[in-house]
């Protein structure tokens, strides 16, 4: 590609910057140009500088939040200094993170009018343009739609056609797969490719889901770490080149697997999309890998600690929430509970700690039937911690945090010193003791919460989301240690919709759909069925793909290989 | 579920199409009149006028039952303190004693004193459907609208509808967290002395603060990058130009507050309807 006929539209040039709040810079020595019509994808561990860098663009630094800037950053061939949030408004339009917190309007055709609305565009102009506007992104039928209607993906849609309504030259999608589940996500990147072909606006996308970017062409990737550039490059040469797994980020799967079968990556072998590969190239070496492959013995089958029979709920006559769900949970057993959002899932988990009651059907822990226990004799077998740590935390000191669920019992508090050393030992929060909850990171918060669960000892412990916007390496350091509580002998159930947890960590899956449970395997079984998961709105894993590619006859004996062979080899 | 409870679900009638503004005025008027006097007769007329205008709004009451419960709890609890505070107050105000019967000492039954607290309770009841109407049939972005029309800032009115619209969502945080904290042994039901609940419902309050600062973050850099504050002055959306229906009712409003001062200064002469003399 010839890029000097090009007109760069970004242009760092030995660009810091520093928050006030902070005593180093976030940003060094940026020197980045990004060209007319590119479609750049930004990745980095979290706390590399890639928020902060796409904060830059879209001018919520300096103007939200405060710094120093060094340098000079130019958008459209103007320094961002001389501007004004509103007149970088114009030129960056930016679909953050979390689609929900983002929805300002009542309805989609409000919150898609928003910016127009700020310009005082007339009334019956802008109806035209919000009508316009947002059946390019597939929702001109549910203008009248209040957000509650909608799915994720759907209000992923309105935020994307509330920045383009302001015609804007740069799209900067901040996180955009964050929450939505394998399926919707898949959706969200065909759309962004579809707007990028037929406007040819420039995209930048911020993401550590480096895999399901790239399941649409992008030209570039930019690797961020400890707030520089670390690469620059195609994504056919960074598979090829030995940069994102020293930084911590997830290699697309298809990638990995091929270097454990010890094929040396190279750019003409067009690795950085599965649907580019050059299958002829790696074929030979990824059977050889496969057969080589010894299969595990399993392991004996421990008693049955958790039981489900026939659960029915609802809320309301008219839809039922769960329907006839039954399992069964072994005791030292990691599961996880996948399904899309809204399928009950989360409502299974309220019923099992007792916040709801059943309708129908009843839950056994060890044979016992738990009917007519209340929340707080439940608490003492299953422990729950949710998704958002600051909707849990209560105190300002971890200590007092930890040990909150001890004092109410009246436990006295000689007591329950040891415990919480312990709970905090677990947790890797020991030195930590002392200190303020706000001093914390926010993966380091999420432990806090498991450690308060964990001073109560539960037998069982509930998480949801667990790992939800954990970058790659502190997803790692958070199902390691859930996994070595695990092997302390604590029973896990995860609710999730990541596909690599599930396929990484636990045997087992419980798929729930449309309130009914669809599947009941272990996870290879469920991510190489394309039926189950088709329904489900998860994906099959590309490592699944990558072996029907090749041929191999059982593919799901493939992906399981995979599986084992990572954990021999890293743990 | 109770986040329903604020919940705006639009409708096509006469009460839903008024404008926000004139429901606004309306709602002032009536519950100014009924506050102002103590004239049972015009309070019962407004009460009924208030169940007529719900009754139009195609409104459910299963939407309002709980809110209803917890007001004629109040009601209730407010009749009973009044008697036991000031059994004597009727008479006060009256100036004449038609004794019923006598529990003992000041606590008698009169006429006086029942006709107060009934007027009374009436007073708080008859404003109640007037608010259910005026939270459930008011699209709070195109109430902001309409209040920037009549010339208050339109940050200060966006502030306002963005609180009505995150209030269910803030419930629901709030049922979230309690659940949660509850699952750590934290009790919030009857079965805890009243000082612990409170302290309990404290431990809630801490988290729900701190996401409910998270979601204001979010929602201000949200706006802001969209265009926010750019101009001194904006359009709407969905805001409804002032209709016959609207200056109507506003009349209307002002009608029975006039009727209400009427009555106090030239039939009355006070702000109570005496019967006894």
Known sequence: ?571 | MKAKLFDYIDRDNFIFNLSGLTKLVCFICMTFSVMFSYDIRYILLVMLLSLIFFKMSGLQFKQIKLMTIYVIIFLAMNFFLTYLFSPQYGIEIYGTNHELFRFSGRYTVTLEQLLYQVTKITKYASVVPMGMIFLLTTNPSEFAASLNRVGINYKGAYALSLTLRYFPDMIRDYQDIALAQQSRGLDLSKKEKLGVRVKNIMNICVPLIFSTLDRIELISNAMELRGFGKHKKRTWYVAKPLKKGDWFSMLFGAVVLAGSLALTIFVNGSRFWNPFV
């Open chain 1, 1 to 571: 590609m010839n890029y000097t006929e090009r007109k760069p539209v970004i242009e760092f040039k030995d660009f810091s910057f520093q928050y006030f709040s902070q005593a180093e810079p976030t940003l060094h020595d940026i020197n980045l140009t990004i060209y007319e019509g590119e479609k750049v994808l930004l990745v980095g561990p979290s706390g590399s500088g890639k928020s902060t860098l796409g904060n830059c663009l879209n001018g919520l630094i300096p103007f939200a939040y405060k710094g120093e800037i060094k340098g000079s950053l130019k958008i459209g061939g103007k320094e961002t200094k001389e501007m004004n949030i509103f007149e970088l408004s114009k030129k960056v339009g930016t679909v953050l993170q979390d689609a929900d917190g983002q929805f300002i309007g009542l309805t989609v055709g409000e919150d898609v009018a928003f910016a127009l609305e700020n310009d005082c565009v007339k009334q019956e102009q802008m109806k035209a343009q919000v009508q316009k506007v947002a059946e390019i992104v597939d929702m001109g039928k549910l203008l009248k739609s209040s957000p509650f209607e909608l799915s994720g993906g759907q209000k992923q849609r309105v935020s994307f056609a509330g920045v383009m309504v302001d015609d804007v030259d740069i799209l900067l999608f901040d996180e955009p797969l964050a929450n939505l589940d394998p399926a919707t996500g898949k959706t969200a990147i065909d759309l962004i490719d579809r707007v990028w072909k037929n406007s040819r606006k420039t995209v930048v996308i911020v993401e550590h889901r480096l895999e399901d970017v790239l399941y649409r062409d992008v030209d570039r990737i930019i690797v961020v770490s400890d707030g520089r550039i670390a690469a620059d490059m195609s994504p056919d040469e960074l598979m090829s080149a030995d940069i994102l797994s020293k930084l911590g980020i997830r290699e697309p799967l298809h990638v990995t697997a091929m270097k454990y079968a010890g094929i040396q990556v190279t750019p003409d072998m067009h690795a950085g999309r599965l649907a580019t590969l050059d299958i002829e190239k790696v074929k030979e070496p990824l059977l050889k890998w496969n057969l080589e492959q010894t299969k595990k013995e399993p392991k004996a089958e421990r008693p049955v600690i958790l039981e489900a029979e026939h659960l029915s709920f609802q809320y309301t006559k008219k839809r039922k929430i769960l329907q006839d769900v039954s399992f069964q949970i072994h005791e030292g057993e990691m599961v996880s509970i996948v399904g899309t959002n809204g399928a009950g899932k989360s409502t299974l988990a309220k019923v099992i700690c007792g916040f709801v009651t059943e309708d129908e059907g009843r839950i056994l822990y060890k044979d016992q039937d738990l009917k007519g226990q209340t929340i707080k004799e439940r608490s003492h077998l299953i422990g729950f911690v949710m998704q958002n740590p600051n909707q849990m935390i209560c105190k300002p000191m971890i200590y007092d945090e930890v040990a909150l669920g001890l004092r109410i019992r009246g436990v006295a508090e000689e007591e329950i010193e040891p415990k919480v050393d312990k709970a905090l030992q677990i947790c890797g929060l020991a030195p930590f003791k002392k200190w303020p909850v706000s001093a914390l990171s926010f993966g380091q918060k999420k432990r806090v919460t498991i450690a308060s669960m964990l001073a109560l000892d539960p037998k069982v412990l509930i998480l949801d989301e667990p790992t939800a916007g954990q970058d790659y390496h502190h997803y790692t350091e958070i199902m390691e240690f859930l996994k070595k509580l695990n092997e302390e002998g604590v029973t896990i159930i995860m609710i999730t919709h990541d596909m690599h947890l599930m396929l990484e960590y636990t045997p087992h899956a419980i798929v729930i759909s449309d309130g009914k449970k669809i599947g009941d395997a272990s996870a290879v079984e469920i991510l190489t069925n394309e039926e189950i998961a088709g329904r489900a709105n998860l994906k099959t894993t590309s490592l699944y793909d990558l072996a029907v590619k090749i041929g191999i006859e059982d593919p799901s004996v493939f992906v399981q290989n995979f599986i084992d062979y990572e954990r021999g080899t890293y743990r």
